[in-house]
T-cell receptor, first 119, second 115 residues
Framework: AQTVTQSQPEMSVQEAETVTLSCTYD???????LFWYKQPPSRQMILVIR??????QNATENRFSVNFQKAAKSFSLKISDSQLGDAAMYFC????????????????FGQGTILTVHP | GAVVSQHPSWVICKSGTSVKIECRSL??????MFWYRQFPKQSLMLMAT?????????EQGVEKDKFLINHASLTLSTLTVTSAHPEDSSFYIC???????????FGQGTRLTVV
């Protein structure tokens, strides 16, 4: 079974600064997807960024980028130019690329990191 | 992106009664839907996976007779909490995927309070 670990229960950052959220995972599979989700106080889950394991290039979405280290099974999220609206709980998630079985599409989440942005 | 609508957004029920939560994919056919439970400031815990037209697959430790899941169509899955008790109070979230899509679309969640 796959596991996802976020070792930082809480992080804080000053507005306009950069912060990095850590995530490690464990899997025996070679092909999979990794995601970062944001859950603001409204509790609506919002996809921030995704990475396909077979791609070596790190994904980037505007101010959000990842550092994907496949051998180390590490997948950190960097938020640049932090904004007050970035304050939320962030979840790292894993999904197998195996297209079979009744649990196809199942996401395994980390424990989450609460990010506070100070003005 | 695709929209998943979850209803109701919150519900209060008396202990011993049952409550149904609906999860609808509004603009795509959801071959698979997932139901999660989340306690405050904690992660999402998968309860069950629901495939259209077949029985749901429950995660270990989840009582299938207590949390009834029905996925009768490609756009609707329901979670019924039967004989609810205060310990069932939680935030329930559904998500849906469309076949080979790599993205899961989430509903807004339902806050259940059992009094």
């Amino acid at each position: 079974a796959q596991t996802v670990t976020q070792s930082q229960p809480e992080m804080s950052v000053q507005e306009a600064e950069t912060v990095t959220l850590s995530c490690t995972y464990d899997t025996s599979e070679s092909d999979y997807y990794l995601f970062w989700y944001k859950q603001p106080p409204s509790r609506q889950m919002i996809l921030v960024i995704r990475q396909e394991a077979y791609k070596q290039q790190n994904a980037t979405e505007n101010r959000f980028s990842v550092n994907f280290q496949k051998a180390a099974k590490s997948f950190s999220l960097k938020i640049s130019d932090s904004q007050l609206g970035d304050a939320a709980m962030y979840f790292c998630a894993y999904r197998s690329a195996f297209a079979g079985g009744t649990s196809y599409g199942k996401l395994t989440f980390g424990q989450g990191t609460i990010l506070t942005v100070h003005p | 992106g695709a929209v998943v609508s979850q209803h109701p957004s919150w519900v209060i029920c008396k202990s011993g009664t049952s409550v149904k939560i609906e999860c609808r994919s509004l603009d795509f056919q959801a071959t698979t839907m997932f139901w999660y439970r989340q306690f405050p400031k904690q992660s999402l815990m998968l309860m069950a996976t629901s495939n259209e037209g077949s029985k749901a697959t429950y995660e270990q430790g989840v009582e299938k007779d207590k949390f009834l899941i029905n996925h009768a169509s490609l756009t609707l899955s329901t979670l019924t909490v039967t004989s609810a008790h205060p310990e069932d109070s939680s935030f329930y979230i559904c998500s849906a995927t469309a076949g080979a899509s790599t993205e899961a679309f989430f509903g807004q969640g339902t806050r259940l309070t059992v009094v």
